[in-house]
């Protein structure tokens, strides 16, 4: 299956909200609100941000959020901070226990 | 707290297999399935395969699924991933992750990916 699609930087100043696509197809992302966001700092885990499009793990914080329409999901990172500069992935259950990731965005604050 | 620790790097030659461990703690072995996911450098995640620690059923990516096996000791708590035949593609950090899940009306779902190791470099060079 083919990785979702992400724009591969975004960038936002300090206080300024930006939103990151991942458009997939209706075998994905259109088909199942199992998709979440992970943030990857460099040489570091991914960190689950978001799951099930819209809900935050224990400890995100609440500027982080998420959404879904058709085939297309989005994080938006509102009051932007200096320590979310980081990569971002989204990810997909694809059907038939598989899954499948986006290709990453690199997010800049300015 | 939960961990998933994973070995330490390793360096084979092409054509050459590797095999990966991934030892959990601080929760019930055999109730959550375990995912593998790797990154070439630079590049996206990518998702290789599961298995389901209380049963050892297992379910591969089709990118992978003539080179990869995972398997799992549920008396060491821990579970493997070996990718065989080698090529410098595969150089790459490889995670273990365990799946979210939840039952809703006695079926299974899973979400994502809540709790990562921390990678296991796999140099693959001549």
């Known amino acids: 299956q083919s990785a979702l699609t992400q724009p591969a930087s975004v960038s936002g100043s300090p206080g300024q909200s930006i939103t990151i696509s991942c458009t997939g197809t209706?075998?994905?992302?259109?088909?199942?609100?199992?998709v979440s966001w992970y943030q990857q700092y460099p040489g570091k885990a991914p960190k689950l941000m978001i799951y099930e499009v819209t809900k935050r793990p224990s400890g995100v914080s609440s500027r982080f959020s998420g959404s879904k329409s058709g085939n297309t999901a989005s994080l938006t990172i509102s009051g932007l901070q200096a320590e979310d500069e980081a990569d971002y992935y989204c990810c997909s259950y694809a059907g038939s226990s598989t899954w499948v990731f986006g290709g990453g965005t690199k997010l800049t604050v300015l | 707290q939960v961990q998933l620790v994973q070995s330490g790097a390793e360096v084979r030659k092409p054509g050459a297999s590797v095999e990966v461990s991934c030892k959990t703690s601080g929760y019930r072995f055999t109730t959550y399935t375990l995912h593998w996911v790797r990154q070439a450098p630079g590049q996206r995640l990518e998702w290789m395969g599961w298995?389901?620690?209380?049963?050892?059923?297992?379910r591969y990516s089709q990118k992978f699924q003539d080179r990869v096996t995972i398997t799992r000791d549920t008396s060491a708590s821990t579970i493997y991933m070996e990718l065989s035949s080698l090529r410098s593609e595969d150089s790459a950090v490889y995670y273990c992750a365990r799946v979210l899940y939840y039952y809703d009306n006695g079926n299974y779902y899973e979400s994502a990916f809540d709790i990562w190791g921390q990678g296991t470099m796999v140099t693959v060079s001549s």
């Open positions: 298995i389901n620690a209380g049963n050892g059923n297992t």
């Open positions: 209706s075998s994905d992302v259109g088909s199942y609100n199992f």
